[in-house]
T-cell receptor
């Protein structure tokens, strides 16, 4: 079974703090994704990566950056957290860049920025 | 830009009923379509994936269909159970590096 884990289930941070969200997958998947989920807006793609050290912006990259130093790990960074970044953050991975593969999701991190 | 709509936003049915969830999309140039389930406060679980060349996929009591020409997909759940209560999301892959565009979901409650 594919397993995608996220470092925290719940996180409370203050405005202006630098925040790191970590995601690890154990199935040697090439693609990894970061989404945020908000009521009424659904899931929106922040960033994705199709290989180590490769990254591409999704639909809402502003205020975020990412890091993929190892194939199994994809980090989302909030350089200076703001209250409008309070959200549920979901990480996902898929096998290859071919486009036909299922995405597997982690359990999510619920972030509250005060 | 691809837009994905799921109607209704919420649905309540008695146990044992068969039901259909709908997903419509504006751009038929898709690579595949996935249906996911999300339990409250949890991540997403993939239920079914339909490639663009396929018309339907089945898994147990679930059957998903795809009609690209009309921009529609349906998820049929047979003999619903309280354990089916969750939010169901459809997502379209347009083939660009496996990026998915999600609908906002249908929240299903199956009552005893």
């Amino acid at each position: 079974d594919v397993k995608v884990t996220q470092s925290s289930r719940y996180l409370v941070k203050r405005t202006g703090e630098k925040v790191f969200l970590e995601c690890v997958q154990d199935m040697d998947h090439e693609n990894m994704f970061w989404y945020r989920q908000d009521p009424g807006l659904g899931l929106r793609l922040i960033y994705f990566s199709y290989d180590v050290k490769m990254k591409e912006k999704g639909d809402i990259p502003e205020g975020y950056s990412v890091s993929r130093e190892k194939k199994e790990r994809f980090s989302l960074i909030l350089e200076s957290a703001s209250t409008n970044q309070t959200s549920m953050y979901l990480c996902a991975s898929s096998l290859s860049a071919g486009g036909g593969e299922t995405q597997y999701f982690g359990p999510g991190t619920r972030l509250l920025v005060l | 830009k691809q837009e994905v709509t799921q109607i209704p936003a919420a649905l309540s049915v008695p146990e044992g009923e068969n039901l259909v969830l709908n997903c419509s999309f504006t751009d038929s140039a898709i690579y595949n379509l996935q249906w996911f389930r999300q339990d409250p406060g949890k991540g997403l679980t993939s239920l079914l994936l339909i490639q663009s060349s396929q018309r339907e996929q089945t898994s147990g009591r679930l059957n998903a269909s795809l009609d690209k020409s009309s921009g529609r997909s349906t998820l049929y759940i047979a003999a619903s159970q309280p354990g089916d209560s969750a939010t169901y999301l459809c997502a379209l892959n347009t083939g660009t590096a496996s990026k998915l565009t999600f609908g906002t979901g249908t929240r299903l409650q199956v009552t005893l």
